[in-house]
């Protein structure tokens, strides 16, 4: 992504973080004044969950900015990963206002507090249910637009507090209407789906930053520009780094002729990387190259013969990089070995023991690799 895009990406994020920020104060201070004059324990604990969510737009637009510094010596990628620990911050807040609200919420049901709820109190929570409903598909919108984790997540909370606010709302009319009073088992509902709606958020942020497996539509459309360069046979080993949201480094190997000269593949790499870049935004930093037996009719049923092989082991999912040397009597291949395999090494020795059965004489590598993406 370049510097343009990145920069316009930062003020649509900071942006929806103000009108989040400045929308969820409003709310705290409303619904903070509708819970003391009401003496509503769970319209004050919707108050503070409001505060939290301001305080978790201040950290999404502070994680914003940071992800957007330019890249230094220290962090020569840049700090694009900024925006997971934001997220996983916003959770943590999340949590431990919902671990708050749930302490405040027992208390309440131990030794309840007599309530009454006026016109003015209901107006405030139906505006909240309202207010809260845009507030959470624009972040969402938002979020999926410029790919940020933190807005979605904010989003996913700001919709989940218009359904808990429509609750607290419910427990209104039910006391002003029958004089049961449930709002301290309302208020242990709404803690615990704060307490939960953060901890999938934690989850969510701790797998970006662990790392994970690339989306299937970003690195297939990697391999698709990769395989229509003229030159490359076949595409494989794509491995992707992820330093933020839309911030890709790869490298991939490419099957080419055995004919090829280090000047033709020298342009070959160039053009890769040209047209990746171009078509995908990923900075492509390193091809490898495997050269395909182009010149003799036996090796090439050699190849056919042993991949028909090897892929009948169980653990195989792909077999490529093949290359069989008369002169030498070697025959090299990799593998791609499933994550289901005991032991990735076994199976690749067992792979090897295979093809030496099929061809006695030959010295066989077998590299295993991982699947690492679609």
């Given at each position: ?14 942006r929806a973080g103000f009108i989040s920020i400045g929308a969820n104060v409003a709310l705290a201070a ?35 900015r940071l992800a957007a510094k330019k890249p230094d010596k220290k962090h020569p990628l840049g700090h ?70 933190t807005l979605c997540a904010s989003g996913t909370d700001a919709l989940s507090d218009a359904a808990l ?210």
């Amino acid at each position: 992504m370049g510097e343009t895009a990145n920069a316009g990406r930062r003020e649509a994020i900071e942006r929806a973080g103000f009108i989040s920020i400045g929308a969820n104060v409003a709310l705290a201070a409303l619904k903070g004044a509708a819970g003391f004059f009401s003496n509503s324990i769970s319209l004050t604990l919707d108050a503070v969950n409001s505060l939290t969510d301001a305080l978790s737009g201040i950290v999404t637009v502070a994680g914003a900015r940071l992800a957007a510094k330019k890249p230094d010596k220290k962090h020569p990628l840049g700090h694009g990963r900024a925006e997971y620990i934001s997220q996983f911050i916003v959770a943590a807040v999340i949590v431990y206002a919902g671990i708050t609200s749930l302490i405040e919420s027992v208390k309440a049901v131990i030794s309840p507090g007599e309530s009454s709820y006026s016109a003015p109190a209901v107006a405030v929570m139906v505006g909240a249910v309202a207010v809260k409903l845009f507030l959470g598909l624009f972040m969402k919108r938002a979020g999926r637009k410029n790919n940020s984790g933190t807005l979605c997540a904010s989003g996913t909370d700001a919709l989940s507090d218009a359904a808990l606010t429509s609750s607290v709302l419910a427990a209104a009319l039910v006391k002003m209407l029958t004089g049961i009073k449930l709002e301290a088992y309302v208020g242990l509902v709404i803690s615990a789906a704060i307490i939960y709606s953060g901890i999938e958020i934690i989850r969510d942020a701790v797998d970006e930053l662990l790392g994970h497996r690339t989306q299937a539509d970003v690195s297939l459309a990697v391999r698709k520009a990769v395989e229509s360069v003229d030159g490359v046979i076949g595409a494989y080993d794509l491995l992707m780094h992820d330093y933020g949201p839309d911030r890709f480094v790869a490298s991939i190997h490419v099957e080419v002729a055995d004919t090829m000269t280090a000047r033709e593949i020298d342009v070959l790499t160039r053009r890769i990387q040209e047209k990746v870049y171009a078509e995908c935004g990923v900075v492509m930093a390193a091809v490898g190259v495997y050269a395909q037996n182009t010149q003799s009719a036996e090796e090439a049923r050699a190849k056919e013969r042993i991949t028909e092989a090897v892929l009948n082991v169980p653990e195989v999912k792909q077999v490529h990089g093949f290359f069989i040397d008369d002169t030498r009597r070697e025959i090299r291949l990799d593998a791609v070995i499933g994550f289901e395999a005991e032991s990735r090494d076994k199976t690749a020795e067992q792979v090897a023991r295979l093809v030496r059965t099929m061809y006695p004489g030959y010295e066989v590598y077998v590299t295993a690799d991982a699947d690492f993406s679609d």
